[in-house]
T-cell receptor, first 111, second 115 residues
Framework: DAKTTQPTSMDCAEGRAANLPCNHS???????VYWYRQIHSQGPQYIIH???NNETNEMASLIITEDKKSSTLILPHATLRDTAVYYC????????????FGAGTTVTVRA | NAGVTQTPKFQVLKTGQSMTLQCAQD?????MSWYRQDPGMGLRLIHY???????DQGEVPNGYNVSRSTTEDFPLRLLSAAPSQTSVYFC??????????????FGPGTRLLVL
């Protein structure tokens, strides 16, 4: 699976959009970008995933660059409850079950 | 649905003791897995199972055994606990890759302290 690079930490003001970058320059055409988050002491929670097109759900939006070498997770209106570690994961989907978690980005939403 | 449940929530062991961490899911998921998370680190895969009767090793399997006799349950056994196994353990489950709903769901975790 392709390796991902994320900033170690970032702050965000409550009510503003949080934009979380992820670099995955070695990604291949059949690999998906997944985002999970882990709120303190809890199990990771799925947020969103995409192959090459932008995706949106009730939690977030995922913007993938045309060359797929990077992506951005957007939390449109961050709340204090969005404070968590966010993991960007790249994996094939057809026969690969494993999620390879890196260190992630620690996002702190401030009032 | 209860989702993914794990017991116990917290356990203290002495070095050399054995124990089993329980994991169950009620979503009829084929895939189940165990991860451990050490302080300040991401999750590392211990063992996984793609269906009843089928298990395989992840990246850190040493010191742990698993079995999958039913679709619902995937227990993790520590045969002889060591202080290096002090960690938080998460169980996860999902449908098989390729299905539309193959998001992985994680349990609340078991915090293990080995003295």
């Amino acid at each position: 699976d392709a390796k991902t690079t994320q900033p170690t930490s970032m702050d965000c003001a409550e009510g503003r959009a949080a934009n979380l970058p992820c670099n995955h320059s070695t990604i291949s055409g059949n690999e998906y970008v997944y985002w999970y988050r882990q709120i303190h002491s809890q199990g990771p929670q799925y947020i969103i995933h995409g192959l090459k097109n932008n995706e949106t759900n009730e939690m977030a939006s995922l913007i993938i660059t045309e060359d797929k070498k990077s992506s951005t997770l957007i939390l449109p209106h961050a709340t204090l409850r969005d404070t968590a570690v966010y993991y960007c994961i790249v994996r094939r989907r057809s026969n690969d079950y494993k999620l390879s978690f890196g260190a992630g980005t620690t996002v702190t939403v401030r009032a | 649905n209860a989702g993914v449940t794990q017991t116990p929530k917290f356990q203290v062991l002495k070095t050399g003791q054995s124990m089993t961490l329980q994991c169950a899911q009620d979503m009829n998921h084929e895939y189940m897995s165990w991860y451990r998370q050490d302080p300040g680190m991401g999750l590392r895969l211990i063992h996984y199972s793609v269906g009843a009767g089928i298990t395989d090793q992840g990246e850190v399997p040493n010191g742990y055994n698993v079995s999958r006799s039913t679709t619902e349950d995937f227990p993790l056994r520590l045969l002889s606990a060591a202080p290096s196994q002090t960690s938080v353990y998460f169980c996860a489950s999902s449908y098989s890759p390729g299905r539309d709903q193959e998001t992985q769901y994680f349990g609340p975790g078991t915090r293990l302290l080995v003295l």
